[in-house]
């Protein structure tokens, strides 16, 4: 015949100790829920990030000045530029200030003001601040949004710094130059015959808004 077994009971658990227990149960698990919850949110900004930053990038393929660049330099492009809203009335630039960005419209209209009046007017796919970012010399002209605007905004400091990576860029703003200054050539008034003395007279010097 077997010998039984002594039966052994479990003692009672201190209360304190079942206290310190389930106190670090709790921690255990609010951490454990942290964490999951931090993980979370993370691959939440990242998506959204990515999403947004795709979006940019459309956007900016829809631009003239970045049509047919690259996906890479797009995506290089969109991760140093911004998309703002504006109200009417708002001012992006002013005739003697110093230039800290550079923007180009998406969408809406905007008005180029010298010495207080409207010399021209801008619309989707203009852009403007390139020429005081590089020369470094007040801006010649006042911008100000004439309706609801959404623009495109590279701060100066990342616009110095595209210039040198994507240097197609600095030659279609090259090409935009240009173009700019042969449309003043032309502008210049016709009436003035060759050979007639009008000191007072200049061609007109390029808007350096």
């Known amino acids: 015949m077997r010998p039984r077994q002594a039966a ?39 998506i959204m990030l990515f999403r947004r930053r795709s979006s940019k990038v459309d956007v900016l393929e829809e631009l003239p000045l970045f049509s047919g660049l690259d996906r890479r330099y797009l995506d290089l492009i969109a991760r140093h530029a911004d998309q ?6 708002n001012v992006l630039a002013r005739q003697g200030g110093l230039a800290r960005e550079f923007v180009l419209v998406v969408e809406g209209s905007a008005r ?3 010495d207080g009046k409207t010399v021209v007017g801008l619309g989707g796919g203009d852009f403007f601040g390139e020429i005081s970012l590089i020369d470094g010399k007040p801006q010649a ?11 495109i905004v ?31 050539e032309v502008a210049w008034p016709r009436s003035i015959t060759p050979g007639d003395h009008h000191p007072a007279v200049r061609p007109p010097r390029l808007i350096a808004a």
């Not at 201190?14 to 999951?36: F, L, Q, T, Y």
């Not at 002209?141 to 623009?151: C, D």
């Not at 590279?154 to 700019?180: D, K």
């Open 8 to 46: 052994f009971s479990t003692p009672p658990e201190n209360p304190v100790d079942r206290h310190r227990r389930i106190v670090e149960g709790r921690k255990r698990s609010s951490r454990r829920r942290g964490a999951a919850s931090r993980r979370q949110k993370i691959q939440s900004w990242v």
């Open 84 to 89: 703002v809203k504006l109200d009417a009335g």
């Open 112 to 114: 180029v003001e010298k």
């Open 141 to 151: 002209a006042t911008v100000i949004a004439s309706t609801p605007m959404v623009v």
């Open 154 to 184: 590279i701060e100066a400091r990342s616009f110095t710094y595209l210039l040198g990576a994507v240097h197609e860029l600095e030659r279609r703003l090259l090409g935009a130059l240009c173009e700019r200054l042969r449309e003043a």
